[in-house]
């Protein structure tokens, strides 16, 4: 599968997440580092991985709101797995889904 496929179906799986379910699930996120092959900000996925499972209603606004933003750190802004110290140059796909994902946070997830 292509990186832009990946990047893709990765911004696809977040948004809905972020967008459409009641809860925060930190296996969306698992999945999205997997596919995209990157190395999580640790601050940001602790923050995050504590909230598994927990309804969007149920956190303070201010928490909430900045979910989309943790994502991102942990996903599209995240620093790349290094592959035989080959430099990592992101796809179209995957720098406009970092794009969409940054306009999520930007209007809050909820």
């Known amino acids: 599968m292509s990186e832009d496929l990946k990047a893709l179906a990765v911004m696809v799986s977040l948004r809905k997440a972020l967008q459409e379910s009641g809860h925060f699930s930190i296996c969306v996120v698992d999945a999205a580092v997997k596919a995209l092959g990157v190395v999580p900000d640790k601050d940001a996925y602790e923050t995050l991985r504590v909230l ?53 946070t930007a209007g809050g997830s909820r």
Request: glycine share 6%.
């Open 52 to 104: 598994h499972c927990v309804d969007y209603m149920s956190m303070p606004r201010e928490l909430r709101d900045a979910i989309p933003g943790l994502v991102a750190q942990c996903t599209f802004l995240a620093d790349p797995v290094p592959a035989l110290g080959a430099p990592h140059r992101p796809s179209a796909a995957l720098t406009i889904a970092g794009a969409q994902l940054r306009r999520i």
